[in-house]
């Protein structure tokens, strides 16, 4: 059974909105890995106002954390609306997104925001989910919008979260999606491999 949260179905609905993101964009002249180096940029401002731990650095910390997320979509749409995707694309666009998290968990590291065992679990189990998920392709298992908190989910929850002044609880509820949507791909992929 498939386990998807809202934005997942929300992302199924809204390929009208995403053709349009693709082609305003494109409009610009910039290729889709552009948009990618545009996003772990803002990855990298989030991380910087991360670590000065305050109500205002944080808030900017989720608001440069949410560009970053919206820069991922926008690299996506371009490649598609300008029939650009390749394999390169995809490598370079996954490796940025990990640096990203790997990144904006540093300055969360550095700032204080939660103890180093809880961001240790945070980072770990977010490289997991995706680890699993390209095994997964590997193995010719599709988990694509499978589980409860994909990278999306968790980097939205992180983000609001900052910007109204919760960002201790945000990282407590992303660790929580981490480690359950690890647990649901792993446990998926092992019960498939079985038969």
């Given at each position: 059974?498939?386990?998807?949260?809202?934005?997942?179905?929300?992302r199924?609905?809204?390929?009208?909105?995403?053709?349009?993101?693709?082609?305003y964009?494109?409009?610009?002249?910039?290729?889709?890995?552009?948009?990618t180096?545009?996003?772990?940029?803002?990855?990298?401002?989030?991380?910087?106002?991360?670590?000065?731990?305050?109500?205002?650095?944080?808030?900017?910390?989720?608001?440069?954390?949410?560009?970053?997320?919206?820069m991922?979509?926008?690299?996506?749409?371009?490649?598609?609306?300008?029939?650009?995707?390749?394999?390169?694309?995809?490598?370079?666009?996954?490796?940025?997104?990990?640096?990203?998290?790997?990144?904006?968990?540093?300055?969360?590291?550095?700032?204080?925001?939660?103890?180093?065992?809880?961001?240790?679990?945070?980072?770990?189990?977010?490289?997991m989910?995706?680890?699993?998920?390209a095994?997964?392709?590997?193995?010719?298992?599709?988990?694509?919008?499978?589980?409860?908190?994909?990278?999306?989910?968790?980097?939205?929850?992180?983000?609001?979260?900052?910007?109204?002044?919760?960002?201790?609880?945000?990282?407590?509820?992303?660790?929580?999606?981490?480690?359950?949507?690890?647990?649901?791909?792993?446990?998926?992929?092992?019960?498939?491999?079985r038969?």
């Open positions: 059974m498939r386990i998807k949260l809202v934005l997942n179905r929300i199924e609905k809204i390929n009208p909105v995403l053709s349009y993101i693709g082609k964009f494109s409009m610009l002249g910039i290729p889709a890995w552009g948009w180096l545009f996003g772990l940029t803002f990855s990298l401002f989030s991380m910087l106002f991360y670590m000065t731990q305050s109500y205002v650095n944080g808030t900017f910390g989720g608001i440069f954390f949410l560009l970053s997320g919206f991922d979509v926008v690299d996506g749409a371009v490649a598609k609306y300008t029939n650009t995707i390749s394999k390169l694309g995809n490598f370079v666009d996954s490796t940025a997104d990990r640096l990203g998290e790997i990144l904006v968990c540093f300055g969360l590291l550095v700032g204080g925001w939660a103890t180093a065992d809880i961001l240790f679990i945070m980072i770990t189990f977010s490289i989910v995706s680890y699993v998920r095994k997964g392709d590997s193995l010719n298992v599709d988990l694509r919008g499978f589980g409860l908190g994909e990278r999306a989910e968790r980097m939205f929850v992180l983000a609001i979260s900052s910007i109204l002044g919760y960002t201790y609880y945000g990282i407590l509820i992303v660790c929580a999606l981490a480690i359950i949507t690890f647990l649901q791909r792993s446990i998926f992929i092992m019960r498939l491999l038969k």
